[in-house]
């Protein structure tokens, strides 16, 4: 805030009430719904909703029981990991590619990031005309991992190419001047400076495959991935332990989007100490 | 170069190390984790509601036939069918069921030859001799070959508290309760093309909504129009609508039959009423798409779904009703009453869901309306 500003708010408490009001407003709205899943998780009634009929904790011992859960938590998390690493693995080569200038770069760096542009509905049943053509039967580690990786490397790249566009060349043709050979510099130069924003581009590319639901729902055969299975509990039946449910997948994905912010943020801080800032 | 100290790298190359096995760890245990038997057996590829195959019927049809049913998520009839029609649709997947009534058209095409589907080896299915009578006139063939055959049936009707609302009131007798003013603010329909305007058109008097004129439709939009402000909300969800009703904040709604058992089940006074103008009788069939390479299981698995012991598993865990004969026998004239088994004996007047004349405009009044 500029000192002006600062100035301003000091001086007149009408300014400070009301964004002291705007402030409360905005997070009530914006998290008073995942408090309410919350303390509906906790209710002891088999009906999701009001009125509280006092405390338990048997939905989520019901969640944890449940078959179909931790397996579509299993199928949720290897399916994400994959994800994560294929995605990011192809983002680091493509922003390594993108350091060079070649011809028709803008548009094929376009053609990176259409899928984030494509609305989830029509990404779902292009994949599954393209699965179709090419004949492949739904399953986890086949299609609806391909899925996966379509939506989620655009982000990957989004996330990584500045830290690889931003690397000081200066260091790889030191390197390079004392003899190292490309793989050389890429392995024991590049690599460790740029870890920490692969690493946290991984977990961030986790977390969007975690909570992927519409692509996925076109092209998933039997086995479910957790976003999958919750929305055909709500569908098909009425579950008492569904906010159970929903706040063990919120704890998760929350969890691993904050692991990468703070790695990420690691990452810029070790970003600027090697370029001497 | 400036770099810190090694150790917190090698700690983390160590975790990044052991994170990975973990992942593959489970990726291995997938695949033991929740799956049926018949792991030496068959397996089939199917697309059908989730209600289909609860857990006791799903036991009772891999058991019997050794083919273990591995269902993909089912989302709509429009869905079904447009996985079907897509390249490649009629191999990738070995059984379908859907809403007769809504998939049958394009399923089967304009004329013989054009079918999606293929014809089943009956056979291989000697339970479809026990279909009630009413659901054996569903069944879809063409040139002599069956083509489409009922597994199991619905109806819905409105449904209502009976704390709050007197079962005496007349206006239970008619899908008019859902529009009636005394109600207003306190009643909620379907967010469904289809259902809603379907049911709009009874209770205007409409013997058979399909077939109505554009005028005819725009009448019925004009009247859903002038009642929107009755509707306390459009429900879209199972959990939805249940919810609506258990606590309150709706008493009378458009409604299925497992709402009605799973609110009885958790102490809910509701009852369905049994309109004059009809309850709206539905089934959905099971056809094999017709380049499928596991026909003959899946035919295995449809006469096991018509037997007697699925019909009733799928009775007492979905509360969707049985096609068969020896099914609904199974159960006594008073649960029959309970579960709404006795829809098609009890002599309440009966609208089997037709395929209207004109969808589009019907989508077109039903988006409307949602706007006004």
Same mark, same amino acid.
């Given at each position: 805030m500029s000192s002006a500003a600062q100035k301003m708010f000091a001086a007149s408490p009408r300014l400070r009430a009301a964004l002291w009001i705007y402030a409360i407003s905005f997070y009530v709205i914006l998290y008073a719904p995942l408090l309410m899943i919350v303390v509906l998780s906790f209710n002891n009634s088999p009906i999701v909703g009001f009125p509280l009929h006092g405390f338990t904790i048997r939905w989520y011992q019901k969640v944890f029981a449940t078959s179909e859960f931790l397996s579509a938590m299993v199928n949720s998390f290897a399916v994400g990991a994959l994800a994560a690493v294929v995605s990011t693995g192809l983002a680091l080569l493509l922003g390594l590619g993108f350091r060079r200038t070649f011809p028709l770069k803008s548009a094929l760096f376009n053609l990176v990031l259409m899928p984030i542009v494509m609305p989830g509905i029509v990404g779902g049943i292009v994949l599954l005309l393209f699965f179709g053509y090419l004949n492949i039967r739904p399953s986890l580690y086949t299609t609806v991992l391909i899925a996966h990786i379509n939506w989620v490397l655009p982000f990957a790249f989004l996330t990584l190419y500045p830290r690889v566009h931003n690397f000081d060349s200066t260091l790889e043709e030191a390197a390079m001047d004392l003899g190292a050979r490309p793989l050389e510099v890429f392995i024991h130069i590049v690599f460790p400076i740029i870890r920490p924003a692969f690493i946290a581009t991984m977990l961030f590319s986790f977390s969007l495959s975690f909570d992927e639901f519409v692509r996925t729902l076109f092209v998933t055969g039997y086995d479910r991935t957790i976003p999958v299975m919750f929305w055909s509990k709500i569908v098909d039946q009425l579950a008492p332990e569904l906010p159970a449910m929903a706040v063990v997948i919120i704890l998760i994905s929350a969890t691993m989007s904050l692991l990468g912010a703070l790695v990420s943020q690691r990452a810029s801080v070790r970003s600027q100490y090697v370029s001497g800032e | 170069m400036g770099r810190k100290s090694s150790k917190p790298t090698s700690i983390e190359r160590r975790k990044f190390l052991a994170l990975s096995g973990a992942v593959a760890a489970s990726a291995m245990m997938e695949f033991g984790i929740d799956r049926p038997a018949s792991a030496a057996g068959e397996s089939i590829v199917g697309i059908m509601p989730g209600v289909v195959l609860p857990k006791g019927a799903r036991e009772i049809v891999e058991g019997t036939t050794g083919v273990k049913v591995?269902?993909?998520?089912? =989302?709509?009839?429009?869905?079904? =069918? #447009? %996985?079907?029609? #897509?390249? *490649? *649709?009629?191999? !990738?997947?070995?059984?379908?069921?859907? /809403?007769?009534?809504? /998939? %049958?058209?394009? /399923?089967?095409?304009?004329? #013989?030859?054009?079918? %999606? =589907? !293929?014809?089943?080896?009956?056979? %291989?299915i000697p339970n479809a001799t026990d279909l009630q009578p009413v659901f054996k006139q569903q069944v879809q063939v063409r040139a002599g070959k069956t083509l489409m055959i009922p597994i199991f049936y619905g109806f819905d009707s409105p449904l209502f508290r009976t704390d709050l609302v007197s079962e005496q009131d007349a206006r239970t007798q008619t899908w008019g309760l859902l529009f009636d003013d005394k109600y207003a603010g306190k009643t909620a329909l379907r967010d469904d093309a289809y259902q809603s305007i379907v049911v709009t058109a009874l209770t205007l008097g409409h013997p058979n909504p399909a077939t109505m004129s554009i005028g005819d439709l725009a009448e019925v939009k004009k009247f859903l129009i002038s009642k929107k402000k009755n509707f306390r909300t459009l429900w879209t969800q199972f959990g939805e609508a249940v919810n609506l009703m258990s606590s309150g904040e709706v008493i009378a709604m458009y409604g299925w039959m497992p709402m009605r058992a799973a609110l009885q089940r958790n102490g809910v006074k509701v009852t369905n009423a049994w309109p004059k103008e009809g309850v709206l009788l539905w089934n959905q069939a099971a056809f094999i798409p017709k380049d499928s390479p596991h026909a003959e299981a899946s035919e295995k698995v449809v006469n096991a779904m018509l037997s007697s012991e699925f019909g009733v598993a799928l009775a007492k865990e979905s509360n969707y009703g049985p096609v068969t004969q020896k099914a609904i026998a199974a159960f006594s004239t008073d649960e029959q009453k309970k579960l709404g088994l006795d829809v098609t004996t009890r002599g309440a007047k009966l609208y089997s869901m037709q395929w209207p004349s004109d969808m589009n405009a019907w989508i077109e009044a039903w988006g409307a309306f949602k706007a006004a």
């Open positions: - | 591995e269902n993909a998520p089912y =989302v709509s009839p429009t869905d079904t =069918v #447009a %996985k079907l029609l #897509a390249p *490649g *649709g009629t191999s !990738r997947y070995d059984l379908m069921i859907s /809403v007769t009534e809504f /998939v %049958k058209g394009p /399923v089967l095409g304009q004329k #013989a030859g054009d079918e %999606k =589907v !293929r014809p089943f080896d009956m056979a %291989k």
